[in-house]
């Protein structure tokens, strides 16, 4: 029987499994599986799991409520071995890393920060500073059949909104750096100029939420900013 | 300002409020181990969220070239008034859609309370109903408190 992984604590980690599912329409009993040094929360691998709501809830739920009690590494989605065996031969072959990575993460949080940028006022912006844009624009305005000047204003708009997107994805990423311990940075998205997750210590979780807002509220409406945290810390492990 | 926080700890929304949110953080991080496998997940991709890639094609610089026409660089400027108007009706008919969904539920629950009998049954699921209402009213007043914050 395939084994489904969620996480690897330390032995000594209490482990509060009640009231928990695991994933599969059909869902097994969560157990653990024990090395010298290391736990592993493990379930039977469904015969045919995707990645429907259900499953990515009960995975995230599990990796919650370990979170909330001890160091946990979160495994990513979907990470199957072929039997409770090997999973043990898994841990203890690897045990100094885990032990290591476990330390590193004991206390510590995840958060994850998403800003965009309003579309409107960024091409505001580039029209109101750049004469080029301004003049390629009024010119396509009132010759629609232009289509060479059209491509030209497309084309530096578009090196306008990359340019300006990182330069501001950068400066905020800078300015957050400090509050947090250490930075993720998985790269803007179409929909972000700014994509990353920061390792924050328990204690420090109020300070570093504050200074995010801070710094939403300094850049205006024409922001968004998106803060989802306490989270397992997924991207440090 | 603009500042969505959505706490994802346990005890709250059990994380599945803002699952979208952290979709590429449970698919893409996160700790594999070298030797096993990881299930073929089908249609995984169309859960992705879409890494940047930027196409320098002529469509795409007419999409931006039109865009650039349709804005019209005056009319923050110009009709302050007018604008403020139209939010403040999208704030308001927002306002009324919300409170009339929230009378819905209310009335539904009623009238489920009272309908079909007073076996154990129907007294579970408003118990249940009753459960859920306000879990969902403190879920909203979580956020409204983290706004005033703000």
Known sequence: MATYIYAITAADHPLRLDGL?????????????????????????????????????????????LMTEGAALPMRFGLVGPDDDQVRAALEQEQDTYA???????????????????????????LTESDEARRLRDHTRSNPDAHGEKVALGELVSREIEARSDA??????????????????AGPTKAHLLNVSYLVARDDAAAFSQAVHEAAEKYGDDYTFTLNGPLPPYSFV | ?????????????????????????????????????????????ILKIDVRVVVASVDTYLRF??????????????APTQLTDIVGDTVESGAKGKSKGALTGAVEAFTESF?????????????????????RKSSSSRRTSQRREE
């Open chain 2, 1 to 45: 300002m603009s500042l969505v926080q959505q706490s994802s700890a346990p005890n709250s929304t059990g994380g599945s409020g803002n699952l979208y949110d952290v979709l590429e953080l449970i698919l893409d991080k996160g700790l594999v181990i070298d030797a096993f496998v990881r299930v073929s997940l089908v249609g995984i991709e």
């Open chain 1, 168 to 185: 501001a994805g950068e400066r905020i990423a800078a300015e957050l750096a400090p509050a947090a311990e250490r930075s993720s940075d």
């Open chain 1, 21 to 65: 599912v695991g994933v599969g329409e059909n869902p097994s009993e969560l157990r653990v599986v024990r090395s010298e040094r290391h736990a592993a929360v493990v379930s039977d691998a469904p015969a045919e799991l995707r990645a429907k709501r259900r499953d990515l809830v009960a995975h995230q739920s599990v990796l919650e409520r």
């Open chain 2, 115 to 135: 309908q079909g009998g007073r076996d154990d049954s129907e007294d579970k699921d408003k118990e249940k109903e009753e459960e859920k209402r306000p879990a």
């Open chain 1, 100 to 126: 290591q990575r476990l330390e590193e993460l004991d206390g510590r949080l995840e958060y994850n920060l998403k800003v965009a940028r309003d579309e409107d006022s960024l091409l505001r912006e580039i």
């Open chain 2, 65 to 78: 070239a039109e865009a650039c026409n349709r804005l019209d660089l005056e009319s923050g400027r110009k």
